[in-house]
């Protein structure tokens, strides 16, 4: 760690708080006696996070901060933690992705570009997005980011959620650890409600009015309100009719998705 450029850093008063540095990606802060590690792991071990990054290398890249600062990752807590997947697919599947259980999703932009979309939680963050367009951004990446990456992550704001799978840098060392977290996301993905175009001819006029309102989040908070009796039986009815109209589709792109993705976690933690 010596050979590190630390420089002291001041509060917006002016007043002296403690070191930064940097290192490979990675942000370094003495501060109080602690010292802080932030930024994206598998940036700090690729150089960018559009690549797979394996558990070997997941190990690997923690043993390189071991061995720099000359301490154990079981004494790194972990603060905020992002979970990501990459996969390739020609398929633009989150212009499909109305609702994680009853919250909307947003569009992510770059100017008036729209490249994907996400659903802020309280405690975590869903996103799917173009990985290939965000990595063109940089000038940097330009010629070295293959076509059609999609990525899929959960981004964890609090770690309140994950307690009982992580809470030190090296229990990410931990194949079985990679394994809940996995489940974890794909649960998570699971629960996300998409709209293709669907065949609304075999519903009755009932049941596809449900379906329509039902793709408004605002409906489910009216109806959480209002109708707590009905809520939980209406709910019931729109995921079984979605089910239904999922089942009937020739070709169900977000279930190729989601097979994608366990495909790729599984070669991922087993490499």
């Known amino acids: 760690m010596s050979d590190l450029e630390f420089k002291p850093s001041y509060s917006t008063k002016g007043l002296f708080i403690g070191h930064i540095a ?32 394996s558990h070997s290398e997941i190990v690997n890249a923690i043993e390189v901060i071991e061995n720099k600062f000359g301490i154990s990752s079981d004494k790194f807590k972990l603060k905020h933690l992002e979970f990501g997947i990459n996969i390739q ?14 919250t909307g999703f947003d569009f992510m932009k770059h ?77 998570c993905f699971k629960k996300v409600i998409t709209f293709p175009n669907y065949n609304y001819h075999s519903l009755s006029p009932r049941r596809r009015e449900l379906v329509f309102a039902g793709q408004n989040p605002k409906f489910w908070d009216i109806e959480r309100d209002i109708n707590k009796n009905t809520y939980k039986s209406k709910r019931a009815q729109f995921n079984k009719t979605v089910n239904f109209l999922n089942d009937k589709l020739e070709i169900n792109h977000y279930r190729d998705i989601l097979k994608k993705l366990t495909n790729k976690i599984n070669h991922l933690i087993n490499n």
């Open 22 to 53: 940097s290192f490979q990606n990675l942000n370094i802060k003495i501060f109080g006696g602690k010292i802080i590690i932030s930024n994206s792991l598998h940036k700090f071990y690729h150089g960018n996070n559009y690549s797979d990054f």
């Open 89 to 102: 697919s020609e398929y633009d599947v989150w212009q499909e992705m109305t609702m994680y259980i009853s």
């Open 111 to 187: 100017h008036k570009r729209k490249y994907g979309k996400k659903c802020i939680l309280t405690e975590y963050n869903l996103k799917v997005y173009d990985k290939t367009f965000v990595a063109k951004l940089d000038y940097n990446s330009y010629y070295n980011a293959p076509n059609n990456i999609k990525r899929f992550e959960i981004q964890y704001k609090k770690m309140r959620c994950i307690k009982k799978i992580a809470t030190h840098l090296s229990d990410l060392k931990n194949k079985e650890v990679l394994e809940n977290l996995s489940i974890q996301f794909l649960n």
